[in-house]
């Protein structure tokens, strides 16, 4: 029985149906195959479902939903993708991704695109020079080393200027010096012609000193008999010429004035009556200009006190009142401001 069973052939009603990929049976019928002709039923229907070739065999149902599940690759996404599979097998030589020409020219594929070239890299900053770090704050107590002290003034007689030698010419023994120091020219001059040469200065027409840019003096108490200098400074605007003229008096002396040569001499002579005590014989309102009339002493004479202190001109015309306050309001205000 089992022989007979074994040696019967098997009618294609015995074979085991074979499934596509959407799961319809395909027919074994030869006349299926062949398309609908026109006019007939269903021949606008496009088939949904195509059989497979034999030789395809069956497919696995699972297999065939996991692969719709994944979501589709775009093409550069499977060349990644290539990338990792090669990658992740060890031992395994990558192909190369460059074609050969020929092959590239059989396959009727396009020649890989040149890589662009490197961009450069941007110019970089020059380096700047770092800061100096901070100087320490010297110690407490620490005294800087005083200032270097000034050489004297480098002073040289005047010779071979034809101006200086007419008026040494002219006033012969009351002018007792000419020196220039610093490209300035200095004139010394007894008191009783100082007037007279500058009325020459003033007057002359190659001098032609029309302004008088400043008039001061100068305290020498070393000098007995001759503790003041009176200094003035004189331009000529023709001439583009400056010169100094100075004269010598003693302590307790007059000067003449000049302020009728020159009127701006004038506020000029008054400062140095204030601030020296030197008086000014002439002169048409001799008195203080700075300081109250009644001050006393002059500032600028070399024994005056720098220091602060009260004298005898506070005490007369400043009143000192004493306040009697409460300091705790001043430290509620002073809170408020913080």
């Not at 088939?47 to 395809?56: C, D, F, R, S, T």
């Not at 290539?82 to 020409?101: F, R």
């Not at 120091?181 to 008191?191: A, E, H, M, N, S």
């Not at 009728?260 to 008054?270: F, L, V, Y």
């Amino acid at each position: 029985m089992a022989d007979e069973i074994k040696d019967t052939p098997e009618g294609p009603e015995d074979k085991p149906e074979q499934t596509s990929r959407e799961g319809v049976r395909p027919s074994t019928d030869p006349s299926a195959a062949e398309p609908l002709k026109t006019g007939e039923v269903g021949a606008d229907v496009p088939e949904k479902a195509q059989p497979l070739p034999p030789e395809a065999g069956t497919v696995d149902p699972a297999a065939e939903a996991e692969a719709r599940a994944k979501p589709e690759l775009a093409p550069g996404d499977e060349v990644k993708t290539e990338a990792k599979v090669e990658n992740a097998l060890p031992g395994v030589e990558k192909p190369s991704k460059t074609p050969s020409v020929e092959g590239a020219s059989d396959a009727g594929a396009e020649p890989p695109a040149a890589t662009p070239p490197p961009r450069p890299a941007p110019p970089r900053a020059p380096a700047t020079e770092k800061a100096a770090p901070p100087k320490a704050a010297p110690a407490a107590g620490h005294k800087p080393p005083p200032p270097a002290k000034k050489g004297p003034s480098i002073t040289a007689d005047i010779t071979g200027d034809p101006f200086i030698d007419k008026i040494k010419q002219r006033f012969g023994g009351a002018v007792t010096e000419t020196v220039a120091t610093l490209g300035q020219q200095i004139i010394r001059v007894q008191k009783a012609s100082y007037v007279e040469l500058c009325r020459f200065l003033h007057d002359d027409e190659e001098a032609s000193f029309d302004m008088c840019t400043d008039l001061t003096a100068i305290h020498w108490p070393e000098r007995a008999g001759e503790e003041f200098d009176v200094v003035v400074l004189l331009y000529s605007v023709s001439k583009n010429r400056r010169l100094r003229v100075k004269t010598a008096v003693a302590d307790a002396e007059t000067c003449p004035s000049v302020a009728h040569i020159w009127t701006g001499a004038d506020w000029m002579e008054r400062e140095v009556y204030d601030m020296f005590g030197i008086r000014f014989d002439g002169h048409p309102d001799l008195r203080r200009i700075l300081l109250p009339s009644d001050w006393p002493g002059h500032p600028l004479r070399k024994e005056y006190p720098i220091e602060y202190r009260d004298n005898e001109w506070t005490d007369k015309h400043i009143e000192y009142r004493e306040i009697d306050y409460d300091t705790s309001l001043i430290d509620v205000k002073y809170a408020e401001r913080r």
